[in-house]
């Protein structure tokens, strides 16, 4: 593009010149600039101010039309749509939007659930040794033909061509992808391993009928892990600790969840565990026993075994909610791709492979549909989108004179607190009632609510704290507050 010709602006002669902008300068009232100088503005344009703000409040955050009184009718209208509660829940508070079957655009509150949950996954994997990469979404259908699985996966598979007739499909998995890098390496020595490798990305699948929401979409998001190993032993050593770590990580997030033998599926392997919730919504059939804690799922046991095969107690089914899968893989793909160490004796030898996925965006569904109420969101407190939500009086009630208290409050808090600064979210929408924010609060889903209500007025001020996830109702000074808040564990 041909850059114009710069002219002088329109507001000043060249012959002006700087120094008759200082002399005009010189008569105008302090801090006000000659008009030559001032930002010109267009009829009707809005500008924002130049300051930053300090609080983060409610109005400014970008949230869809969901929260208004109208959105429950707006919802029973598609309510053959909405077939799990945490869909519901999710599209109803406008946490998610529906771009196309099966899949959805992540609004901001859930972003920052997922990237919360992302980084206490990052820790629990790098507490065991795992190093974090990025593969490429785009898979060359030679790399899955070679394992064989380019026909074996059929339609699951998105499958498209470039502009020079060359096939990919957007990996629903990454098998493939990582064997063939590791073995490109070439000089991989016993010292190295084992090695623990992941990423978290978006993952792909043609799902014939997508449904509950996010917890069977398209286009989701997951953490895959791939191990490498000198032996079968200490393929088995590292497979319990990923084990290990994901009963840590499960824990923390406060799930009661159930490890289950599996099928290895069309990923392959001798050895394949679950990490299930319980739930009802669930499409899988679990099979527990209650004597000796055997657990599988159905798909693994013989039809019509009622017996536990470890104990001959009885076996009672559940549904549940995959939200994590471990596979021991052993040589089945570091064969095909020839992927080797070398032993202490420079002796080339196949790795043993292990592959462990995590489902991102279900864990966040998951949770939601296994915590939550009908009509309220629950959260696990350690991955909240926002840990505390403010409430201030309604504008032009008696009580009014409160939202300066509430304001000093926040302020006190971000300062004494500084681990949950960019945490707490002040609901400045005054002109709707102290209930009907407090509505809105429980649809979304804030751990913590903070009320300015008629205690605030007493010597010294008292505010109302509800703890949404035991029920638990407060009433403490801005002290007490702080020391409440100071105990809330982030990631």
């Not at 998951?366 to 939500?389: F, G, H, K, N």
């Not at 702080?482 to 564990?489: A, G, P, W």
């Amino acid at each position: 593009m041909a850059l114009s010709r710069c002219r002088p602006h329109s507001g000043a002669s060249p012959a002006l010149g700087m120094a008759g902008l200082l002399r005009r300068w010189t008569d105008l009232p302090p801090g006000q600039a000659p008009a030559a100088l001032q930002p010109q503005r267009r009829p009707g344009c809005h500008q924002a101010p130049t300051h930053r703000a300090t609080r983060l409040v409610l109005s400014k955050l970008f949230q869809p039309l969901n929260l208004r009184e109208d959105s429950a009718a707006g919802l029973d209208s598609r309510s053959d749509e909405l077939t799990c509660k945490s869909q519901r829940l999710m599209m109803q508070a406008g946490l998610i939007y529906p771009s196309g079957p099966g899949c959805y655009c992540y609004m901001p509150y859930t972003v920052r659930a997922m990237e919360k949950l992302v980084k206490v996954i990052d820790q629990e994997m790098q507490a065991i040794g795992g190093q974090k990469l990025n593969m490429p979404s785009l898979s060359s259908a030679e790399l899955w033909r070679t394992s064989g699985r380019w026909d074996l996966m059929g339609k699951e598979l998105f499958r498209l061509a470039d502009r020079h007739s060359k096939e990919y499909c957007l990996g629903p998995t990454h098998e493939e992808t990582i064997t063939d890098l590791i073995a490109s390496q070439g000089n991989l020595s016993y010292k190295q391993l084992p090695l623990l490798v992941y990423q978290i990305t978006r993952k792909f699948r043609d799902e014939p009928k997508p449904r509950f929401g996010l917890l069977r979409s398209r286009e989701f998001y997951m953490k895959d892990m791939y191990t490498f190993d000198t032996c079968e032993e200490a393929a088995h050593q590292t497979y319990s600790l990923v084990c290990e770590a994901y009963c840590n990580l499960f824990n923390r997030l406060g799930f009661q969840f159930v490890k289950v033998q599996a099928d290895t599926g069309s990923i392959g392997g001798s050895m394949s565990h679950e990490f299930q919730l319980p739930a009802g919504v669930g499409e899988d059939r679990l099979l527990i026993c209650s004597n000796c804690g055997f657990s599988a799922n159905v798909e693994t046991i013989n039809p019509g075994q009622t017996d536990c095969p470890a104990c001959k107690g009885k076996l009672a089914e559940t549904k549940g909610i995959e939200v994590g899968h471990t596979f021991y893989l052993g040589t089945k793909y570091s064969s095909v791709f020839n992927v080797i160490f070398h032993t202490a004796e420079n002796k080339p030898v196949l790795t043993e492979m292990g592959c462990y996925g995590l489902g991102i965006t279900r864990i966040l569904a998951a949770s939601i549909e296994v915590l939550s109420t009908e009509d309220s969101i629950r959260w696990p407190t350690l991955i909240a989108p926002y840990q505390v939500c403010l409430i201030p009086p309604k504008k032009g009630s008696k009580e009014e004179i409160g939202a300066a208290i509430m304001d000093n409050l926040y302020d006190s808090i971000v300062e004494a607190v500084p681990q949950i600064k960019g945490d707490v979210v002040l609901d400045d929408r005054t002109h709707l009632t102290i209930g009907k924010r407090l509505k809105d609060a429980n649809r979304l889903g804030y751990p913590y609510v903070l009320i300015a209500g008629k205690k605030a007025f007493v010597n010294p001020p008292e505010f109302e704290v509800w703890n949404q996830n035991t029920g638990e109702i407060m009433f403490l000074t801005k002290e007490g507050v702080i020391e409440f808040l100071s105990k809330v564990q982030v990631p």
